[in-house]
């Protein structure tokens, strides 16, 4: 069978990631993904394997996109700015792509080389980030899986509708921030 005008990858995986950040990862299966696109279900697998294949795909495209958004909000910024600028960028793509975000930490084959491969990408900005703070390797990577663990864990609990109270949640993020960059230093000066 050959492949419909018109539909390609891409427009598939955009499709799903929209109804991802729409609906939830959930929302996104081979019979509602050919649903959106007005095709029939068999028609995806002319472009696709499968839902793991496309899951994979989008957790690509996600990661890829926190990284550039990351990079750009960096925009020269230095220091305890750039690590706040990296903080402000990850909180707002998971607030403007929750789906999206989810399928990104959710690769179903997290042994994929490119799933590595742009998840290193984030990795290696944040070191560059840090390196102001002139830690050794092993601890700027520990300091990273922390950084990680700081912002991952408070765009899902801000995702899941954790912060009820009237309270400003950014304010609360930039002093969680503050909090673990203080931290480090103060580890570092020891």
Do not use: C, W
């Not at 990296?86 to 179903?108: K, Q």
């Not at 009820?164 to 993020?173: N, P, R, T």
């Amino acid at each position: 069978m050959s492949p419909r005008m018109g539909l390609t990858k891409d427009k598939i995986m955009e499709t799903a990631a929209n109804m991802a950040d729409s609906d939830g990862i959930g929302s996104v299966t081979i019979a509602n993904l050919a649903k959106k696109l007005k095709i029939q279900p068999p028609s995806l697998y002319n472009h696709i394997k499968g839902l793991n294949e496309l899951k994979t795909v989008m957790a690509i495209y996600g990661l890829n996109q926190l990284h550039d958004d990351m990079k750009e909000a960096l925009g020269g910024k230095e220091g305890d700015k750039a690590v706040h600028a990296l903080g402000d960028s990850y909180l707002a793509f998971s607030r403007s792509h929750p789906g999206l975000y989810e399928a990104a930490l959710l690769a179903p084959e997290p042994g994929n080389t490119d799933v590595q491969a742009a998840g290193n990408r984030i990795v290696e900005l944040a070191l560059g980030t840090l390196h102001y703070l002139e830690l050794s390797e092993q601890d700027a990577l520990h300091a990273v899986r922390g950084l990680r663990s700081v912002f991952h864990g408070f765009a899902s609990l801000e995702n899941k509708g954790g912060f009820g109270m009237d309270l400003s949640i950014d304010e609360s993020f930039q002093r969680m921030i503050d909090v673990f960059l203080k931290g480090i230093k103060n580890k570092e000066s020891q």
